[in-house]
């Protein structure tokens, strides 16, 4: 009988954390079509929030002691700190689809739903916080060793970021769970 309760509560987890996965899954790839056949190539959603990015991730590069080139136009996608290469912010590095996937999970943890629904706009914001960190960082890393740009892109920031969002699913978890 003690046998059969605890199969009966593996299976159960089992059949939640399936579910958790293909609930995150479909929210997330939802999120990409949308993304994909309809806000990048329909809406300027993505040149905004670029154009935000630069300005703030300028902005700090300023306030940090360094002269940065001007723009030629309205919008603009490029960091370049005087005597440097610049860096590039595209759509893939707005940071939105990193969002999407912290949304994705963080809309299924079994959180208290108070705390769940009105701490997305804080925790988006501390994401994009962490994006203008790598942004100004990758500017800089391009004034002293333009030749680890792309290691630092590919990798080190990549780790950071997803990083963060690790951690403060932990968070949740662990500040805000219903159990």
Same mark, same amino acid.
């Given at each position: ?18 579910? *958790? ?6 929210? /997330? ?18 040149? /905004? ?26 919008? *603009? ?39 769940? *629904? ?26 002293? /060793? ?8 590919? *990798? ?24």
């Amino acid at each position: 009988m003690a046998q059969r309760k605890t199969q009966s509560k593996a299976m159960k987890w089992n059949n939640d954390l399936l579910k *958790f996965i293909f609930s995150v899954l479909a929210c /997330y790839l939802i999120g990409l079509v949308v993304y994909e056949s309809f806000l990048l190539p329909k809406t300027k959603m993505d040149e /905004y929030l670029i154009h935000a990015l630069v300005v703030i991730s300028e902005w700090v590069i300023q306030s940090l002691g360094y002269v940065t080139l001007s723009h030629q136009t309205a919008l *603009f996608y490029t960091i370049q700190i005087e005597n440097s290469v610049g860096v590039w912010v595209s759509p893939n590095c707005d940071g939105w689809m990193v969002m999407w996937v912290f949304l994705s999970v963080w809309i299924f943890l079994p959180l208290k739903k108070l705390w769940k *629904f009105t701490l997305i706009p804080l925790l988006i914001l501390a994401i994009e916080g962490m994006n203008v960190v790598r942004i100004v960082s990758l500017a800089i890393i391009t004034k002293y /060793y333009p030749q680890s740009l792309a290691f630092n892109h590919d *990798f080190t920031f990549t780790i950071v970021i997803y990083g963060f969002v690790i951690f403060l699913w932990w968070l949740g978890i662990k500040k805000w769970s219903e159990k």
